[in-house]
């Protein structure tokens, strides 16, 4: 099922600059969180965050990936995900979310739903693609290491002990 959903230029050139990003790049100017909504039947851009910016609020990648998921509502998320696993330090991922809330509307979950292929297409082949629709499918750091694999220490340099206030 396709909804007819397009998506602009701007979501090509941020899912390309993520994808692809150059050895030589400045590290605080890193795109790591973007999130894309449907309006006016296009996909676009809605927020885009640096490392830079995460560094000035006091975040990591993973606290201002919760904070993006709001209740009642439905995005699309591309995440720069950094962790450390057992047999590779400092590990770097995309994480492609598709966040619809138990408290969306049901045309707006159908919408999302229907669209995620247009989407898809620019975001290209990315080995962490999740769908959520409670905040509790990712309370915890240890929680959300566990969708991305087995044997993840530390998610954004912060441990995954399993404890649930992580």
Known sequence: MTSGVKCTDQVKDVCDEMRLVKSDADHQKRIRLVVFNIKDSCIDVTKCVCEEELTQMGK???????????????????????????????????????????????????????????????????????????????VSRACFAEKLGKGILSLEGVSCSGHADD
């Open 60 to 138: 990591d990648g993973f606290s201002y990936f919760q904070e993006m998921m709001a209740d009642g509502e439905c995005c699309y998320i591309l995440y720069d995900c950094h962790f450390d696993t057992k047999e590779c330090r400092n590990k770097q991922e995309l994480v492609f979310l598709t966040w619809c809330s138990d408290n969306a509307s049901i045309k707006n979950k159908m919408c999302y739903a229907a669209s995620k292929d247009a989407i898809k297409k620019c975001v290209g082949s990315i080995k962490h693609n999740l769908e959520m629709t409670e905040k509790g499918d990712c």
